[in-house]
C-alpha cells in the first residue's frame, strides 16, 4: 500500500477545534498539530457543536488521520 505525498488529517469538533481561545485561527490545535507533521489539514471544527450524530459523515471523508473532540464548559 502507498502512502499519499501527504498524509491527510481532518480534525472535527466543536470550538476547541474550530480555534476557540487560540491567538488567531492559524494558532488552533488542528493547525499546530498539522503543520508540525507535515500532514494536509481539513478544519471541522465548529462552534457550539455538541452532536455526535456526525459519524457516518465523518467516516465518509477521504483521510489517513481522523481526530474527534467534542467537549463542554460548565458556566456557574
Known sequence: MKLPDRLRY???G?????GYRASDALAAYP????KARGWKLTNLGLG???ATSDGRFIG???ADIITILIGFTAIP
Open 31 to 34: 493547525v499546530l498539530v498539522a
Open 10 to 12: 481532518v480534525a472535527y
Open 48 to 50: 457550539w457543536r455538541q
Open 60 to 62: 465518509s471523508m477521504p
Open 14 to 18: 466543536d470550538s476547541i477545534t474550530q
